[in-house]
């Protein structure tokens, strides 16, 4: 059966924060930041609730949908704006939608994950699945802990995946877990986000080159019938060090983590909004979307655009 990608949204804080700002509170440089990330500012505010309606009226808006046209509506989130309702519930009501609504959390594989997800609700009878990947990681961030707190940031994006009997846009996906590595990337109750940064790159290129290729051979597709690869937008060093082991040139990684920052399940849909915006994409063409994350997590999927 098919799956269509009908329509983009993206919604992100005003408030831009550059590196300087941060080198004002924090023992760190515009340079040091730039040379170990590639993050040059990020966007701060807003929440997961308010990003997400945000993001998700664009992407009905840009499919020509109304709220009602949705039978599902996904939520990947790791910055919930409460333990209790799931956030999407919120955005259900700021959008006045009327279908189901649940919240996902598989951290920055949470937009692969919640796509997946959808992909099996259409398989079960359901039409139009709203996808929202939105994040308010700000929350969550030690102001004076200069690990975290210059690589974390605010910000939503949206899809609307449909039924199509006649063709396909999500060729296939890889999903995968480890709970062992649990400790890598964590936040506890009333805590901040904590990290093994060096652990968590060692692995996070690993996951990300072997998850891709399985994605490939079950699109059977090859490196070169790729346009475009979307990473979840980390770290700079990780994308290169996991395009570099793909034997895919860096020119066809999509890179927004220089204005974004590291917005969690928000990044994918923010750099593929990106792209498609500036024309990065063309009908027919494949693109590859991989993430991992806190978990840890990994998620690929080859797409076709349509
Ligand atoms: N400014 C200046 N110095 C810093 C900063 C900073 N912001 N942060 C750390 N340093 C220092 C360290 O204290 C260390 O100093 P020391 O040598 O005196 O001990 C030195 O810089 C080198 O630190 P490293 O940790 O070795 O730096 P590294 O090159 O590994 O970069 C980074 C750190 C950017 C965190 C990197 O490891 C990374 O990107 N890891 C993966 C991050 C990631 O992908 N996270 C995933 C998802 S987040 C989520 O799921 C919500």
């Not at 139009?128 to 308010?136: C, K, Y």
């Not at 990684?253 to 990106?274: C, E, H, M, Q």
Request: glycine fraction near 10%; charged fraction near 25%; hydrophobic fraction near 45%.
């Amino acid at each position: 059966m098919g799956v269509r990608f009908k329509g983009w949204g993206i919604a992100v804080p005003d408030r831009i924060v550059t590196n300087d700002e941060l080198s004002l509170t924090l023992d760190t440089s515009d340079a040091w930041i730039i040379e170990r990330t590639g993050i040059k500012e990020r966007r701060i505010g807003g929440s997961a609730r308010t990003l997400g309606a945000l993001a998700g009226q664009r992407a009905l808006d840009d499919a020509g949908l109304k709220p009602q046209d949705i039978d599902f509506l996904v939520l990947a989130t790791t910055s919930p704006d409460r333990m209790l309702p799931a956030t999407s519930c919120l955005i259900a009501d700021d959008l006045k939608m009327n279908c189901p609504a649940m919240d996902l959390n598989a951290a920055c594989s949470g937009f692969m994950y919640a796509v997946r997800t959808a992909q099996g609700l259409l398989e079960t009878g359901n039409k139009r699945i709203l996808v929202i990947g939105a994040e308010h990681l700000s929350r969550w961030v030690d102001w004076t802990d200069r690990n975290m707190a210059v690589l974390l940031a605010d910000g939503a994006g949206a899809t609307v995946l449909e039924y199509d009997p006649d063709g396909n846009d999500l060729l296939s996906s890889s999903l995968g877990a480890d709970g062992s590595a649990a400790d890598l990337l964590t936040c506890e109750h009333g805590g901040f986000i904590q990290m093994d940064g060096k652990e968590v790159f060692r692995r996070a290129v690993r996951v990300v080159v072997d998850s891709a290729e399985k994605a490939m051979f079950d699109a059977d597709i090859k490196s070169e019938d790729l346009s475009l690869v979307i990473p979840h937008q980390a770290n700079i060093r990780i994308i290169q060090a996991a395009m570099k082991r793909l034997g895919i040139e860096m020119e066809r990684a999509v890179v927004v983590l220089d204005r974004y920052g590291n917005t969690s399940s928000a990044s994918i849909p923010l750099a593929f909004d990106d792209a498609r915006k500036n024309g990065r994409i063309k009908v027919g063409e494949y693109a590859l979307m991989t993430g991992f994350g806190a978990g840890m997590t990994w998620a690929s999927s080859v797409v076709r655009w349509s």
